[in-house]
């Protein structure tokens, strides 16, 4: 594998944070890694331009960010409904796999990119001679975090869910900045490293007990959050619904008016973790926003290519409840009845500029809730986790009587009315091994309506610069 190291890129912009010495004595285009790392400023710089690289706009207007693979993991899914093919058609007609297509080489590239500038961070950052060892940790902390969030995406898209294919290849994994290429680890391996990158980052947070500094920062309550998704997929039940519970103690649920207020204001909601933009930052045209909400004039309010929530899913939410009372608006488009979707608004708010959610407190308890219900606790305590749900969700909230399978199927049915538009649609339905049914849109997109779990076609291929280049994976290796 032919790489660069690319930290003076990733540190434009991101220099402004650090002090006048460091700006001084390293030009931002020619910094050189001993310098990076003398001072803690120059590895918190290093994950700060990870970070912005993972809100920016890369050459297309389907790139911008993780956000774009969010948006590719809702549309490849079952719940939005696109009205009319433009960007993103290809995701959304689950025909954008092939080695040499922009999407695959998209998100390799992308996560790729900030796991070689992390593993410097992660081998470099005790060199700092001007922060104690806690700092340091926590510093690393933050990489470590990142770089299992990186693995993780990664290995959702090049490989099948863990349960079951734990033998079949997946991703190289670096750990450490080399420039030479590594061939696909297993399936297993790649989630066993995730998992003890979040585990040591867990553990240093903990110690070093410090405050973040942004929204943007990832931080404890992340790591373990992050960990709870993990282990959700790995069907790792009672690790879940512990680092699910950690992760959202000290946060409240977001209140009708909360989540009512568009999802566009960091401020004005309860995240976990976001990645707030602001005018200058803004890539207008190219952004999630532009691409979803119907009240701005970007794609899909200009009609390009607007975003519905499908009837099926309508079809499950209860009356009452404000996400189908107060938050949907029923239309149609080539004669198939969807709902406009309101959740996503930011027009008079912060518009083009608006905000980026990447984890909230509502995940959490669904995961934990789903988590408990799979591992047979007490049926009582997995119907208050849903009931403190549902008391922000009514203005006058029904009780949770379902047990058994009808009550994880309702959690299931609350996590896609809950995180819609989130990013989760696809991850669901690989780990679930649901499949794929599309009867009620107007797309359908793939023959019969309908994909069957595990299909070769929701996977990646590996991109066809990283075979050519690469001397460990020849075509041989590639997925089928």
Request: proline share 4%.
């Amino acid at each position: 594998m032919k790489r660069i190291t690319i930290i003076a890129a990733l540190l434009m912009g991101t220099l402004v944070a650090c002090n006048d010495d460091f700006l001084e004595t390293s030009p931002s285009a020619s910094i050189s890694d001993d310098k990076v790392f003398q001072n803690i400023e120059g590895a918190k710089a290093v994950i700060d331009g990870v970070t912005r690289d993972w809100r920016e706009y890369h050459s297309y207007h389907d790139q911008f960010g993780v956000k774009a693979i969010d948006l590719v993991s809702d549309l490849m899914g079952e719940d939005i409904v696109v009205g009319r093919l433009h960007w993103f058609r290809y995701d959304y007609t689950i025909d954008n796999r092939e080695a040499t297509y922009r999407r695959p080489n998209y998100v390799w590239s992308m996560f790729y990119r900030g796991i070689r500038n992390l593993n410097e961070v992660i081998m470099h950052v005790d060199e700092a001679t001007n922060a104690d060892d806690l700092e340091k940790g926590h510093v690393k902390a933050q990489a470590l975090t990142m770089r299992a969030y990186s693995y993780f995406r990664l290995i959702q898209h090049f490989q099948q869910t863990y349960v079951g294919n734990e033998d079949k290849p997946g991703v190289p994994l670096y750990t450490e900045p080399i420039n030479e290429g590594k061939p696909r680890a297993t399936v297993g391996e790649v989630y066993q490293q995730i998992v003890q990158d979040l585990d040591d980052a867990i553990a240093l947070f903990t110690a070093a007990n410090k405050g973040r500094r942004d929204i943007s920062e990832v931080d404890l309550s992340v790591a373990r959050g992050i960990r709870a998704r993990v282990a959700l997929v790995m069907n790792d039940w009672p690790a879940a619904a512990q680092h699910a519970a950690a992760a959202r103690n000290g946060y409240s649920l977001n209140s009708i008016d909360q989540y009512k207020s568009g999802f566009d204001n960091v401020s004005q909601m309860v995240w976990m973790w976001g990645l707030p933009v602001n005018e200058e930052q803004s890539t207008i045209y190219a952004s999630f926003f532009s691409h979803l909400d119907m009240t701005i004039g970007g794609y899909a309010g200009l009609g390009y290519s607007p975003k519905y929530l499908c009837s099926t899913l309508y079809d499950l939410l209860q009356p009452g409840d404000i996400r189908r009372d107060d938050l949907l608006q029923a239309t149609s488009t080539g004669g198939v009845p969807v709902y406009i979707n309101y959740k996503f608004s930011a027009y008079g708010d912060k518009e083009f500029a608006a905000d980026y959610v990447m984890m909230r407190p509502e995940e959490m308890l669904l995961i934990e809730a789903e988590a408990r219900a799979k591992k047979g606790d007490d049926v009582a305590v997995v119907q208050g986790l849903l009931q403190e749900l549902w008391n922000v969700r009514f203005n006058v909230p029904p009780t949770v009587t379902e047990t058994g399978q009808a009550l994880i199927d309702r959690i299931l049915v609350e996590r896609r009315i809950e995180l819609w538009g989130e990013g989760f649609a696809f991850y669901d339905l690989m780990r679930l091994k649901k499949g794929l049914n599309r009867t009620n849109h107007q797309y359908a997109a793939v023959p019969g309506n309908t994909i069957a779990p595990e299909d070769k076609v929701f996977i990646y291929k590996i991109p066809q610069t990283e075979i050519d280049n690469n001397p460990f994976i020849a075509e041989a290796d590639q997925n089928p």
